[in-house]
């Protein structure tokens, strides 16, 4: 982060706001410590239909997601994890510091953490597995990424690329609900002090509407 250039809250699309540095040191080592306890379950690399894998590695509360559906039940037949209610409130309050609004009717039943090592990164997608279209709410731990925002229509430009750093909040919601997105590479050594030695961790809440 370059520490010369402010770091202000901005709505980068109708319904996109990147607010920086929403989550204090102490909010990223607790998250970071709740990461490590759910990451227990087993992160896997999601496997897509084409036969690629992705090369984050994910676990997930609430519901488990494998590309292209949500269900109750992992890969091996486990259970997946509950969704804290904890998780929910802190969903509610990102949703109403981004909008700027009362968001007590946030709900949101899902979580997606994903962990990229220096690798690791995302194409271009939608998140639209969910029948509800609630925002998402995306928190960013460790290193920096690249992270692409686009449009509804296609992968394709117009896109914005900007930098997630840790304890970054980023919402998207309304008219860019359904933007394609991605991450296009993470920047070693650039984490703060959180107990996160190496990589970067990406938690985004959801609402399933199921
Ligand atoms: O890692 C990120 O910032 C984005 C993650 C993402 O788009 C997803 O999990 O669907
Ligand atoms: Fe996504």
Same mark, same amino acid.
């Given at each position: 982060m370059d520490a010369l250039i402010p770091r202000e809250r901005a709505e980068i699309a109708p319904g996109a706001v990147h607010v920086p540095d929403w989550l204090s040191l102490d909010e990223q080592r607790d998250l970071v410590r709740a990461c490590r306890e759910w990451a227990r379950a087993g992160m896997r690399s999601p496997k897509l239909p084409s036969g690629g894998v992705m090369s984050v590695r994910t676990v997930c509360l609430g519901w488990h997601w494998t590309p292209y559906r949500y269900s109750k039940t992992r890969e091996d037949g486990s259970p997946v994890a509950p969704f804290p209610a904890w998780l929910a409130d802190l969903g509610r309050r990102a949703v109403a510091d981004a909008y700027?609004? &009362?968001?007590?009717d946030y709900a949101p039943d899902i979580a997606l953490i994903n962990f990229y090592d220096d690798a690791a990164k995302m194409g271009m997608h939608q998140d639209k597995d969910e029948t509800s279209r609630a925002p998402v709410v995306s928190l960013s731990l460790g290193n920096d990424c690249t992270f692409r925002f686009g449009n509804?229509?296609?992968?394709?430009? &117009?896109h914005q690329d900007i930098t997630l750093s840790s304890g970054d909040l980023f919402v998207f919601g309304g008219p860019t609900r359904l933007a394609y997105h991605g991450v296009l590479r993470t920047t070693p050594a650039t984490t703060p002090p959180i107990g996160l030695k190496a990589g970067r961790l990406n938690i985004t809440l959801r609402t399933s509407g199921l």
């Open positions: 700027q609004r &009362p968001a007590d509804t229509e296609s992968r394709n430009k &117009p």
